[in-house]
């Protein structure tokens, strides 16, 4: 709907998280908003960690590009 685009759009962490676990996870909304809190936070930290490791890799990649 609009409203949860909106969300996304305008930069709010849960609905990126949401975003992220959808369609990287394969976790559904419905399954995202009944996580306990410490499961989600969890999520959010691998998340968190996954993203920080896909930036270096690209640097990396980027770094050995520049080099040829």
Same mark, same amino acid.
């Given at each position: !709907?609009?409203? *949860?685009?909106?969300?996304?759009?305008?930069? !709010?962490?849960? $609905?990126?998280?949401?975003?992220?676990?959808? &369609?990287?996870? &394969?976790?559904?909304?419905?399954?995202?908003?009944?996580?306990?809190?410490?499961?989600?936070?969890?999520?959010? $930290?691998?998340?968190?960690?996954?993203?920080?490791?896909? +930036?270096? !890799? $690209?640097? +990396?990649? $980027?770094?050995?590009?520049? *080099?040829?």
């Amino acid at each position: !709907d609009r409203a *949860g685009k909106k969300l996304i759009e305008e930069g !709010d962490a849960e $609905a990126n998280y949401a975003y992220y676990a959808l &369609h990287k996870l &394969h976790i559904l909304p419905s399954q995202w908003v009944a996580l306990e809190e410490e499961e989600k936070a969890f999520i959010i $930290a691998c998340i968190d960690i996954r993203i920080e490791a896909e +930036k270096e !890799d $690209a640097k +990396k990649i $980027a770094k050995e590009a520049e *080099g040829r």
